[in-house]
């Protein structure tokens, strides 16, 4: 079945705490991009990979980091987690950038630093 | 930048109603439009993509326009029922300095009363 994976789904973590969120697609999907949902704001990308030669920042990318050292993964980092950072994360791929194409979601993970 | 509105943010319908549901965006230049689906803290469920050529898009009880000109599309739903209750999102791709994402309108929820 063609789909996006994450995980976790569910994170509880204190400030500070280093983690990792991962994201797969087994599409050969040469785009990817991270997006956070917060209440009244709605969707914004954090970072997006066009391949894996090319990362580049989206709207908010200040406390992540990313890395795309193969195609199918784009794991999220967070160095050093603090509470403005609580929100529900996205994951999402597409065959290609440059906007023709449907982009396709993970099912999100829930993440709240304490 | 590239500004997406969904109007109204919230809607009730009685079982069976037929609704429309609005989307507008203030740069023509776009490549498509895609609908989303979300349930209470779940993914993105894409419904339509339609391309910037095209008017019309349809899949099942869903009916989808887009006029570029005026910077509008709409979802049609016909005969809606209970489990058509979601928040449905609108988003269109943006390509600008150097950057490349969807953009999200902040979506309408959707209650269908049994």
């Known amino acids: 079945e063609a789909q996006v994976t994450q995980n976790p789904r569910y994170l509880i973590t204190v400030t500070g705490k280093k983690l990792t969120v991962t994201c797969s697609q087994n599409?050969?999907?040469?785009?990817m991009s991270w997006y956070r949902q917060d209440p009244g704001l709605g969707l914004r990308q954090i970072y997006y990979s066009m391949n894996v030669e090319v990362t580049d920042k989206g709207d908010v990318p200040e406390g992540y980091k990313v890395s795309r050292k193969e195609k199918r993964n784009f794991p999220l980092i967070l160095e050093s987690p603090s509470p403005n950072q609580t929100s529900l994360y996205f994951c999402a791929s597409s065959p290609a950038g440059g906007g023709t194409y449907e982009q396709y979601f993970g099912p999100g993970t829930r993440l709240t630093v304490t | 930048k590239q500004e997406v509105t969904q109007i109204p943010a919230a809607l009730s319908v009685p079982e069976g109603e037929n609704l429309v549901l609005n989307c507008s965006f203030t740069d023509s230049a776009i490549y498509n439009l895609q609908w989303f689906r979300q349930d209470p803290g779940k993914g993105l469920t894409s419904l339509l993509l339609i391309q910037s050529s095209q008017r019309e898009q349809t899949s099942g009880r869903l009916n989808a326009s887009l006029d570029k000109s005026s910077g509008r599309s709409t979802l049609y739903i016909a005969a809606s029922q209970p489990g058509d209750s979601a928040t449905y999102l609108c988003?269109?791709?943006?390509?600008?300095?150097?950057?490349?994402?969807?953009?999200f309108g902040k979506g309408t929820k959707l209650s269908v009363i049994p």
């Open positions: 599409m050969n999907h040469e785009y």
């Open positions: 988003a269109v791709p943006y390509s600008g300095a150097g950057s490349y994402q969807l953009t």
